[in-house]
């Protein structure tokens, strides 16, 4: 039987490795990275941790062993070894819901078996699995026929959140490998444009929907799905019974499903231990399935596991999440930085940015600790980023010469999947250049040895000593996605067991949805409403009713 985690650690303030590391920032925080790689010929060769084909150049960072050292002590004095071994066992982490946080078996092999409550649930995956397998193969090949006799050309994920936010990536991420044959969209917003706009020039008797919801009461899936069901019917001649072809469920809730008018042989399903942002690999994952094929799909989940193997069972040093969980820590704690830029170099990536956004700040934006007691230190980063190059021609000033630490992980690959003449050598020399140029900066005796007017040499100084990870994998394969996702996973996990926060839980979400449902019936109303909100919400709901 699983039992509700609660870890016996003293609070983060009191553990030893903290006060180390409050004493050492005082003493490192003014030393430049200039110092510290011209102290040490061989720290960027030897500041770097490989695995899972992923190699992490953490160098430039504001540390030194000593750093390094207290930090992983911090991790011990957390507890992050009992915590990994208590996610991987199934005992139920995620406290505020007690419920087991159980993404890790979603991609564990068929011959592994994890009984939790006395169900082995790699068997339940993998029967998932093969059942979005056999449907994607038959989709894919034109034997699952719409209504009127034709193939399906179009496939439309209706989710939102952690029910769309990884498969838009993953689609994009992974188009390389995607059928051209047929056209995939995701719709998420209530707002009616993004429904109308991703069906517009589409054919319902060729289109099938996927309706991706793990509670599969959500307003704006909801609403996206009945609409989206008229569409179908107006172009299906109205029978109802043409829904069956065209409509299909991921959820975890079967007789809402069945009350949508979904045959539950058409369901599939997952279950309640895997958190919305963390179900990408889950059923969620059935649009990638269907675009990219069953064997790359399970590519993809052997590159989130051999992550999990990596995260499970490698010593600090050389650990990625780890490693970079800790930095967080250090740069937030202790620097006060508030964001982390994502950049990534390849423009197949260009939603991996939202995505972790989704990932990171849902799951650490969290003001308690998990014993419910105001947390009394930074928590959760503020995530953002563009691919690049782009950004370094428009926001990248800030991070070079802005007034505030902002910590950047680089995302670059050694192979382009479209080779064309030399731009990915220019496109990595951009990666290089800028890792370079924000660690080193460029001083007032470089600006002036290049000549130009005196007075504009203090503009063009740059001060350097801005932080970066450069991580570098071989190509971007289905492989090498689901290993970066498991790297970012795992090291908000890790953070979240040193800030002692349930990193899965979102009641700051769940209030989203209740406080919208309250001011509905106040907005459909023929009637003029009694309104019993604060004035100005009051004054905007009249206004709306007048102007609409
Ligand atoms: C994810 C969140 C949230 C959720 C959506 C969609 O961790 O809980 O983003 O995924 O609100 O929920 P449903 O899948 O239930 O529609």
Redesign the pocket.
């Known amino acids: 039987m699983s039992t509700r985690v609660m870890p016996s650690v003293r609070p983060l303030r009191d553990r030893p490795a903290w006060r180390a590391l409050e004493k050492h920032y005082g003493e490192l925080r003014a030393t430049h990275l200039r110092e510290l790689f011209a102290a040490d010929e061989t720290r960027g060769e030897r500041m770097v941790a490989e695995g899972a084909g992923l190699y992490l150049d953490y160098s430039k960072n504001r540390i030194t062993d000593e750093t390094l050292g207290l930090l992983e002590a911090l991790a011990e004095q957390s507890g992050v070894a009992d915590r990994i071994e208590a996610m991987f066992t199934g005992e139920r982490i995620n406290v505020s819901e007690n419920r087991s946080v159980l993404h890790v078996a979603l991609r564990m092999p068929r011959s592994a078996s994890l009984i939790v409550d006395g169900v082995d649930v790699v068997r339940q995956v993998h029967e998932v699995l093969d059942r979005m397998a056999a449907f994607s193969d038959r989709v894919r090949s034109g034997e699952w026929r719409g209504h009127t006799g034709k193939a399906i050309r179009n496939v439309v994920n209706i ?7 990884g498969p838009v990536m993953a689609y994009e991420a992974l188009r390389h490998y995607t059928t051209r044959e047929m056209t995939f969209r995701f719709v998420s917003n209530v707002d009616s444009t993004d429904l109308v706009e991703a069906t517009r020039d589409l054919v319902a008797e060729e289109t099938l929907f996927i309706v ?7 307003l ?2 909801m609403t996206n799905a009945h609409s989206a069901r008229e569409w179908a019917l107006a172009g299906l001649g109205g029978e109802e019974s043409a829904i069956a072809k065209h409509f299909v469920a991921v ?1 975890t809730n079967a007789e809402k499903v069945t009350e949508f008018g979904i045959d539950t042989n058409n369901m599939f399903g997952f279950w309640e231990w895997v ?5 990408m690999d889950s059923a ?1 994952g059935l649009s990638t399935m269907l675009a990219i094929g069953p064997e790359r799909f399970h590519e993809l989940l052997a590159g989130f596991h051999a992550v999990d193997e990596h995260f499970r069972g490698a010593p600090f040093g050389q650990n990625l999440p780890m490693l970079m969980g800790l930095l967080g820590v250090w740069y937030g704690d202790f620097f006060g930085a508030q964001t982390v830029g994502v950049m990534p170099y390849e423009q197949y990536l260009k939603r991996f940015p939202a995505y972790l956004q ?1 990932l990171t700040m ?2 650490n934006g969290k003001h308690v600790t998990l014993a419910g007691r105001p947390v009394e230190y930074e928590t959760g980063a503020i995530y953002w980023g563009e691919p690049g190059t782009n950004g370094q021609h428009s926001f990248y000033q800030l991070i070079h010469q802005g007034t505030k630490l902002i910590p950047v992980d680089l995302i670059a690959f050694a192979k382009t999947l479209n080779p064309l003449g030399d731009h990915h050598d220019l496109l990595m020399s951009n990666v290089f250049a800028q890792a370079e140029a924000l660690a080193f900066g460029r001083t007032e005796q470089e600006v002036r040895a290049e000549g130009g007017p005196a007075d504009v040499v203090p503009h063009r100084v740059m001060e350097g000593n801005r932080p970066t990870n450069v991580i570098l994998a071989e190509e971007l394969t289905p492989w090498t996605l689901g290993s970066l996702v498991a790297l970012y996973e795992h090291m908000v996990f890790t953070q979240g067991v040193v800030w002692e926060i349930d990193s899965f839980d ?1 009641w700051g ?2 209030l989203g ?1 209740a406080l919208a449902v309250r001011i509905i019936p106040e907005l459909k109303n023929e009637d003029e409403p009694e309104l019993h909100h604060d004035s100005s919400t009051n004054a905007l709901i009249r206004r709306y009713r007048a102007m609409r």
């Not at 989710?159 to 936010?165: E, P, T």
């Not at 991706?212 to 959500?218: I, L, R, Y």
């Not at 958190?275 to 179900?279: A, D, E, M, N, T």
């Open positions: 989710g939102i959140g952690g029910s769309d936010l991706s919801s793990k509670t599969f009461t959500t704006e899936t959820s958190g919305g942002r963390y179900s969620i989704q849902e799951s979102q979400v769940e949805k």
